[in-house]
């Protein structure tokens, strides 16, 4: 088939954009200036993993905005009621809501409608009528006002948003270039600031609420006693000592106009420097003309900062606070009282941090184990198909570029996992390319020339290529849709490859194969390897060996099932929750002092793991009781002992994940498992027959069973990374089953009579040399990054070179016999029916 004019500038173009695209990303960064004006393109922007920095997952506390909430509306409630003169004392919180007894009839008509008034309404999704922010109900003489789930939304959606702001005040005031800020689902905020390698100052920025509040002491209460009514014991920021605090707001921190860091002019120590508004600064004039002699307390977030005695008044509504600071305290809480408060608390829920040197190395041995994974894949290539495979080779360049290029049109991340797919995604796009060289041969020996071999070659693979294609992508979808941070930069990374190898791999290859045919004029197209001709491989009965080979996989199966339980998988802190700590010394770190500074802090289970000479380890401390909180100050901790430990040792990496998340992350990683594997199921039912369906599902988890054994064997880190490898490892097998497959239903058609049993062996003998050139191919993509790539890779190459070996020899020695087994038991069945329902026709 011709290939129009048209067509060939439309491809053309689509490669021009596609390499310029790419270009930013490969140029140094004085070089990108000078070409900026006549390359509107960007780079693609580096992961923290690769360039070092901070990633915090905040979510806003639901439960206090909610208390807020109706601790704003008791106020409320009790203001009307103080207005139509009506007893106040029996407006109350009652669990969520406010609850007011009013015996009276005439008061509480007088009541309600001033009552219905705190009812606003609310915004709805849609053209639906606003909703009200809060139900207004009687029962008898009880009034009740409870938050509506509108209201509630509304309320958390309009805390994020402000909160998201604050946070960009506090972080841009604390001078973090380019950070990321952003919404992540209905209650998170995600936040990640790279080059920050020690995000500690940072977390309790963004951490705090920074409630600020000005309050008279009661010298007349005992600290040691019960607080009277109207007074609180609050403990002291930095002294340790607890002060009686008046519960009245004499000033609120709203009133504050700037605050910035200072010197005492007396100790030279740094203090903060505040000033109010005009109404705050004659609150504050007549607060310390009234006070004179007594202390006067600055309290945040319910704790005392400073309480210093008023000496004499103050009228110009500037004050100061002092303590025990360092400048980089004072400068943390002059910003947090810059940027005012946040409306709910936030609680750090992930945290994860890469050092810059960690992350310089990360994209060392992501480029170096790229640049042998896709040497290793085109010297393959040239050794089975000689000249053809360098064309094969030029797709594969090409497709590596656009991949590239697409990452930086969209703003897409790129991950170290994210390198990983683009890797793996190389070796999945040689699939297309031994497809299609594999069916020009099959037609070449038929006796077809040149072009029609071509032709009709491209034709009988695109779709095989479509649907091993669809059923890789199903995985790679739901692995988007269901993962988190470089997870999900691995699957854009893969769903790109899986798009653009249809183009590179068959529309690019396609021509210029038939240019190179067209212009040498070649009435035969022959595809010997790099050593000669192609041997005919001899035929092989699989099928006589089928009850050994399904015994063999079975007893592997159940071992790994064993195994799963005992000793059962090495779940990382993704799924588990806990604490990672990487550290590095440039001396050989004593591992028996370090752990024992460690069981001193009684953290629980703490793990050791010595790598890179003696002078790195990896620190793991199991999930803290309590919540998120819990798991921060439990990381400082480590990082105190190991700094005492390890002088002069430095954090490479940090991982916290609290329970919140760790929960969430397996839920959804096995979900997406089951979710891939029903996609598949539906898929193939849809393209082939239910049999063939069942067969692949039944084969599958054979192969997902010998793979999730191989973690447990070998003890490698079961994390996201590792849901990662095994949903892509569900797409490669089933796209190794679904070419056998396709080859059988395309015989099932030429050769009607044949006994199934040798259909079976037939096809399989047909396939046999793609299967196993493609699982060199991706093989041999991930052994570099198996063996050089790092620990944050390693736990998705290696189980995914062991998946590549067992799909590819399930495809060949048990998907056949089982999709037989499926096929003789329903035609047996369906024989046995026909034979009952003649039985029971009667007979004339």
């Known amino acids: 088939m011709r290939t129009s004019r048209w067509a060939v500038l439309a491809y053309v173009a689509i490669i021009i954009f596609g390499c310029l695209a790419a270009l930013p990303s490969v140029l140094t960064p004085a070089m990108r200036e ?14 923290l993993d690769l360039r070092g920095g901070s990633h915090l997952v905040l979510e806003v506390d639901g439960a206090g905005l909610q208390k807020a909430r109706l601790n704003s509306l008791l106020d409320d409630t009790r203001r009307v009621l103080r207005g139509e003169r009506v007893s106040a004392s029996s407006a109350r919180i009652s669990g969520n809501s406010v609850t007011v007894s009013i015996p009276d009839a005439q008061d509480r008509d007088k009541v309600l409608p001033k009552l219905q008034e705190l009812a606003t309404p609310v915004g709805t999704v849609g053209f639906a009528a606003p909703a009200p922010e809060v139900e207004v109900t009687t029962a008898g003489d009880v009034i009740t006002l409870a938050m509506t789930e509108a209201g509630l939304a509304d309320r958390m959606t309009k805390a994020v948003e402000q909160s998201l702001e604050i946070i960009r005040n506090r972080v841009d005031q604390v001078g973090v270039a380019e950070p990321l800020i952003q919404r992540i689902g209905s209650n998170r905020i995600l936040v990640q600031l790279p080059g920050l390698q020690d995000p500690t100052r940072l977390r309790e920025l963004l951490g705090s609420t920074a409630q600020m509040s000005f309050h008279m002491l009661d010298q007349s209460v005992d600290v040691t006693q019960p607080a009277p009514r109207g007074v609180d014991i609050l403990p002291g920021a930095n002294d340790g000592n607890r002060y009686p605090v008046e519960s009245r707001v004499a000033i609120s921190g709203e009133r504050l106009d700037d605050a910035k860091v200072g010197f005492d002019q007396r100790t030279n120590q740094p203090v903060v ?48 606070i002092s303590g025990s600071f360092t ?19 936030l609680t750090i829920i992930e945290e994860r941090s890469v050092g810059p040197n960690l992350g310089s190395d990360s994209i060392r041995m992501g480029l170096f184990t790229g640049l042998a994974g896709f040497g290793l894949v085109v010297v393959l290539m040239v050794m089975l198909y000689g000249a053809w495979g360098m064309i094969a080779n030029v797709g594969l360049v090409l497709h590596t570029i656009m991949t590239i290029g697409v990452l930086g049109l969209i703003g897409s991340t790129l991950t170290l996992p994210g390198i990983a797919g683009i890797i793996l995604g190389i070796g999945m796009a040689v699939d297309a390319n031994i497809l299609i060289n594999a069916r020009i041969r099959e037609e070449t020996e038929a006796g077809a020339g040149a072009m029609k071999a071509l032709d009709i070659g491209f034709n009988k693979a695109y779709a095989t290529i479509i649907d091993s294609n669809v059923t890789t992508l199903a995985g790679t979808v739901l692995l988007f849709w269901f993962g988190s941070g470089p997870v999900k930069g691995f699957a854009v990374t893969m769903m790109l490859g899986i798009g653009i190898s249809m183009f590179t791999s068959v529309t690019v290859v396609r021509l210029l194969m038939r ?174 027959e239910w049999h063939f369906a069942v067969g692949a599902i039944a084969v599958l988890l054979l192969d997902i069973t010998k793979t999730v054994g191989f973690f447990a064997l070998t003890g490698i880190d079961f994390n996201l990374t590792a849901i990662a490898a095994l949903l892509t ?70 189980p995914m070179i062991f998946g590549v070996i067992v799909a590819t020899t399930s495809s060949i020695y048990i998907g056949g016999p089982i999709l037989l087994f499926l096929s003789r038991w329903w035609k047996e069945r369906e024989a046995a029916r026909s034979a009952g329902q003649q039985a029971e026709t009667p007979t004339a």
């Not at 009234?290 to 004050?319: H, Q, S």
């Not at 400068?331 to 940027?339: I, Y």
């Not at 059988?744 to 040399?769: G, T, W």
Request: hydrophobic share 45%; net charge neutral; proline share 5%.
């Open 34 to 47: 000078q070409v900026a004006s006549v390359l509107p393109f960007e780079p693609v922007t580096l992961g």
């Open 273 to 320: 420097d505040f000033s109010f508004d005009s109404l705050g600064a004659r609150q504050f004039a007549d607060i310390t003309r009234e006070n004179v002699g007594r202390p006067f307390a600055i309290v945040l977030d319910g704790k005392v900062l400073t309480a210093p005695v008023i000496n004499e008044p103050i009228l110009g509504g500037r004050g100061q």
């Open 327 to 345: 400048v980089e305290e004072a400068t943390v809480l002059s910003a947090l009282l810059r940027s005012g408060a946040l409306p709910a608390p």
């Open 515 to 688: 240019e190179v045919v067209v212009r040498r004029k070649m009435k035969k197209l022959e595809i010997p390897s790099l050593f000669g001709k192609v041997p005919q491989l001899p035929n092989f009965s699989f099928m006589k060996g089928r009850f050994l080979a399904i015994g063999f996989s079975a007893f592997l199966s159940i071992s790994s099932v064993i195994l799963f339980f005992t000793p059962g998988l090495n779940y990382g802190i993704d799924f588990i929750g806990g604490i990672q700590v990487e550290a590095v010394s440039k001396e050989k770190i004593n591992l028996p002092t370090l752990r024992q500074s460690l069981e001193e802090l009684n953290l629980g289970e703490v793990a050791l793991q010595d790598f890179g000479g003696g002078q790195s380890v990896l620190i793991r401390v199991q999930r803290q009781p309590g919540g998120e909180q819990a798991q921060t100050v439990a990381l400082n901790k480590v990082k105190d002992a190991v700094t005492t430990a390890i002088p002069g040792a430095s954090m490479e990496r940090t991982e916290v994940v609290g329970p919140t998340v760790s929960g969430e992350l397996a839920r959804s990683g096995f979900l997406a498992v089951a979710l891939a594997m029903l996609a598949i199921l539906l898929y193939i039912w849809f393209r082939f």
């Open 729 to 798: 490892m569900i797409g490669y097998s089933v796209n190794d089953k679904v070419v056998v497959y396709d080859r059988m239903r395309e015989n099932l058609r030429k050769y009607k009579s044949m006994p199934f049993s040798d259909l079976i062996d037939m096809s399989i003998n047909q396939v046999i040399a793609r299967c196993i050139f493609t699982s060199a191919a991706t093989a041999l993509s991930l052994v570099p990054m198996a063996i050089w790539g790092g620990e944050a890779v390693q736990s998705f190459a290696w």
